[in-house]
Each structure stands twice: as C-alpha cells, then as structure tokens.
Nanobody, 115 residues
C-alpha cells in the first residue's frame, strides 16, 4: 500500500514562505507523475503544481513565478516551495501520486496565510 505523508504546513503572514514536503513509501520512479493539489473551503480541489517522472513540471497560472515543485529521488520526497504567499493561497494542500490508473493521496496539510 502506497503512503504519502505531507508536512510543512502552517500559519504565515502574506509575503512569507513555506516549504511543503511529501514523503512516499514507494520509489518516486514508480509513479508516472506526482503533484500538489489544494482545496479551499467551499471550493473544488485544484492542481497547484506537478512533476512527471521525466522531470517536466507544470503550474497553475495563479502560482507561476511564486511556487516551485522539486524532488529528491534518494529520499523519495517531493517538495513545494511557496514564496510570496497570498491570503488566497490559504487551503489544505494534498500530495498526489499517479501510477497507471491508480491515484494516491496524502492526508493533507493546512496552509493559512494571514493578511
């Protein structure tokens, strides 16, 4: 059973930074892609950033230039560096991994940005 464990969320003032981590119980290379999603109260879950097994990254328009997704293959960990945070970035952030038709989710970590 694949497990994804997120960490690094918290409360930060607008303009600040946070770095989220997602540690997997399986090799990162066993997944075709990994990513970070977020869900704010009353809103649908949305893709924030993704990275393929080949290292190709993509970002939501709302976070381009502010967020960076990366990975440490040796640690089987994916990161999301979030800079210049805005109150509208407040949400629960979820790590996601894809393997064939299977999709795995972490438990989520809360990010709150105060104005």
């Amino acid at each position: 059973q694949v497990q994804l464990v997120e960490s690094g969320g918290g409360l930060v003032q607008a303009g600040g930074s946070l770095k989220l981590s997602c540690a997997t119980s399986a090799s990162i290379f066993s997944f075709s892609a990994m990513g970070w999603y977020r869900q704010a109260p009353g809103k649908q879950r949305e893709l924030v950033a993704g990275i393929t097994s080949g290292g190709i990254t993509n970002y939501a328009d709302s976070v381009k230039g502010r967020f960076t997704i990366s990975r440490d293959n040796a640690k089987n960990t994916v990161y999301l560096q979030m800079n210049s945070l805005k109150p509208e970035d407040t949400a629960v952030y979820y790590c996601n991994a894809e393997r064939g038709y299977m999709r795995y989710w972490g438990q989520g970590t809360q990010v709150t940005v105060s104005s």
